[in-house]
């Protein structure tokens, strides 16, 4: 990401020092350095996008519901880098400063947990900069990406994360308003071993009113990102699936104007319906239309509803779908969750600024909501609940920001994502479901 750096360094390492949460809350790890295989824990989460450079910083956080020993693992460039182990209490979210381990920019890592469940997730923050996002625990052989503009005064950056030792091959396909864009030059791409490679949309495709990437592997492995800059903020997601159901528990928290795009790659013809629910009830069929084959749509849901709300989108086929909301100076994108279910983590809630869990409940039945804060030592504080009406959605506000985790459970299906927000940046995530 290409980024316009104007203000002094003392500045930023104050706001830097006003949006980190309690030092008891991080991690400043002694670091080593290591050439052992990653991903060779139980389970594992792929981060693509963890970025610090001395003026912006991330956390890395690692979330699990037993106890867990941690390995965070930075590939860069060909070699293992750096390497931090730790390990946390049942029910606990350790969040690694990524500075005190390493600061060469873009800088992916792989979390490796000793036991499962287990989550992880990225908050990136610094003046006028701050993202979220959860890191993918699984591969695809197509990801799917859909969203992103290239118009005056922003961004679009693909960046292909390969973890693994061996070199991967893979083709990118893009398509535009216009069409399939015809670019030779990604139809073979390799990434190497444990490296990344940055490819600039915005460059090679400028002045795009909406676009879709599709990245499919010919041999390894990587996970993709797209990065979306807009003033200097910046909105980060990866996904991997396309599904006939896609629930986005909040697309406006309130003052802010979210566009819906849907990617088909499939060659027929497909329906979609898109359904608002707001803190009052649902309103059915909001928008309705048809995407053709091999095509995308970029939906307006600005004025349609009054915020704050949430979508549900059903579709004929399977189709890949994210939401981009901002409001020309701050900017955050998320995607959304395929099914509700009735355990939920979100690594990373409390960090980066106030933070709002949202609960969307889609079923015939008031929902009890019980969440329980966290950290790297375990559970912060008791439990607390609330209910949430049948086909309505309610936020949590006014929780401690010491925490770097949240559990959430549900005695009925809901399904949750989590916002956020300051004066100079929002950041939007879905929650993590836990079968």
Aim: glycine fraction near 10%.
């Amino acid at each position: 990401m290409k980024r316009v750096l104007t203000v002094l360094l003392v500045a930023a390492l104050g706001v830097l020092a006003w949006v980190m949460p309690a030092p008891e809350a991080t991690v400043q790890p002694s670091v080593t350095s290591t050439t052992n295989a990653v991903a060779s824990l139980p389970s594992h989460s792929t981060c693509p996008w963890v970025y610090s450079d001395g003026l912006v910083d991330s956390y890395l956080v690692a979330q699990s519901g037993d106890p867990a020993d941690l390995r965070f693992t930075f590939p860069i460039a060909g070699e293992v880098q750096q390497t931090v182990e730790e390990s946390q209490p049942a029910s606990a979210a350790t969040a690694l400063t990524v500075s005190s381990a390493i600061s060469q920019g873009i800088d992916p890592a792989v979390v490796e947990f000793s036991s499962s469940p287990s989550a992880a997730g990225v908050v990136e923050t610094g003046d006028g900069v701050l993202s979220v996002d959860v890191c993918p625990s699984t591969s695809s052989k197509v990801w799917h990406l859909t969203g992103g503009s290239t118009l005056d005064g922003q961004s679009l950056e693909l960046v292909l994360f390969n973890p693994f030792p061996e070199d991967a091959s893979v083709s990118i396909s893009v398509r535009s308003e216009v069409g399939v864009e015809p670019m030779s030059d990604l139809e073979t791409v390799t990434v190497g071993g444990r490296s990344s490679r940055v490819f600039d949309l915005g460059a090679e495709l400028s002045l795009r009113e909406s676009l879709s990437v599709a990245v499919d592997m010919k041999e390894g492995s990587v996970t993709p990102v797209m990065v979306f800059g807009e003033g200097s903020d910046v909105a980060t997601w990866t996904n991997g699936g396309q599904a006939e159901q896609w629930d986005f528990p909040v697309v406006d928290p309130g003052g802010f104007i979210p566009t819906l795009f849907l990617s088909n790659d499939t060659s027929d013809p497909v329906d979609y319906q898109v359904d608002a629910y707001t803190t009052s009830g649902t309103q059915s069929a909001l928008l309705t239309g048809s995407i053709d084959g091999n095509a995308h749509v970029a939906l307006s849901l600005g004025d349609l509803v009054e915020s704050p709300f949430g979508v549900r989108v059903t579709a004929s086929s399977p189709v890949a779908a994210t939401v981009i909301s901002g409001d020309g100076t701050r900017v955050a994108a998320t995607t959304g969750a395929a099914e509700p279910t009735t355990h939920w983590m979100l690594p990373g809630y409390g960090l980066g600024g106030p933070n709002r869990v949202w609960v969307m409940n889609s079923g015939t039945e008031t929902a009890t909501v019980t969440y329980q804060l966290v950290d790297a030592g375990g559970a912060l504080g008791g439990v607390d609940k609330i209910a949430v009406p049948p086909a309505t959605i309610r936020s949590l506000v006014g929780l401690p920001l010491a925490a770097t985790g949240m559990e959430i459970d549900s005695n009925v299906p809901v399904s949750v994502a989590w916002t956020v927000e300051r004066p100079d940046g929002l950041g939007m995530a879905p929650g993590v479901p836990i079968p």
